[in-house]
């Protein structure tokens, strides 16, 4: 199942597994892509607040979390927007495919000028 953790960390996303994540659980990543489609926009809205997730919402994939001095899957300069899931996340688009499948959260967006919106991003 999905459960959310609160709480703050530093630096890359991957990181807040020890600093948030109880034990034996983990930050969810771009590898537990099948699990996350099981969800959807509307299914967020019940978790309050952005809990943030170790992938990249990307023209519709969903891939590894990663900086802008990396390529995305189309070999461009990676402008990711982090995943995210619940409530409060700055960017929510239902039928849009990303880590959810069908609907798309970020918990870090970047709008059609490359800014970063609230949260930590790739």
Request: a negative charge.
């Amino acid at each position: 199942g999905l459960h959310a953790c609160p709480g703050h960390w530093q630096g890359h996303v991957l990181l807040a597994t020890c600093s948030v994540c109880a034990r034996d659980w983990r930050v969810c990543s771009a590898g537990d892509a099948a699990l996350l489609a099981g969800y959807s926009v509307l299914d967020a809205k019940v978790f309050r607040g952005c809990y943030a997730i170790n992938a990249a919402n990307d023209n519709g994939t969903c891939g590894p979390c990663v900086d802008a001095a990396h390529e995305d899957i189309l070999g461009r300069p990676a402008s990711n927007s982090m995943a995210g899931f619940g409530g409060d996340c700055p960017y929510m688009a239902a039928q849009q495919r990303s880590c959810l499948g069908a609907d798309r959260i970020d918990a870090a967006h970047y709008d059609s000028a490359g800014e970063s919106r609230p949260h930590q991003a790739c």
